[in-house]
């Protein structure tokens, strides 16, 4: 359940969807801690993300930082 929370809470924080292609998996790690694995499409370009920890909202905004970084301003600007 919790990695689902992660993966939607991503997406969310991203606005993945039709028009900004994303694709999350969280898995359960060592001792309680979950790692996402993401991956935002933009153009012909992929910009991948990992991220680990406990904390639900931190993984994923850990991860949707990583992910945007790399975006065109008009992308983040819309995310903002």
Not at 2 to 26: F, N, Y
Not at 39 to 59: C, F, T, W, Y
């Amino acid at each position: 359940r919790r990695q689902v929370e992660v993966e939607r809470r991503l997406l969310a924080l991203v606005e993945g969807g039709c028009q900004v292609p994303v694709g999350a998996w969280c898995r359960s790690v060592e001792r309680g801690e979950l790692k996402l694995t993401a991956v935002l499409g933009i153009g012909q370009s992929l910009h991948r993300a990992e991220s680990v920890g406990s904390d639900i909202d931190q993984i994923a905004e850990s991860a949707a930082q990583q992910l945007l970084r790399g975006a065109p301003a008009s992308l983040v600007s819309d995310q903002a």
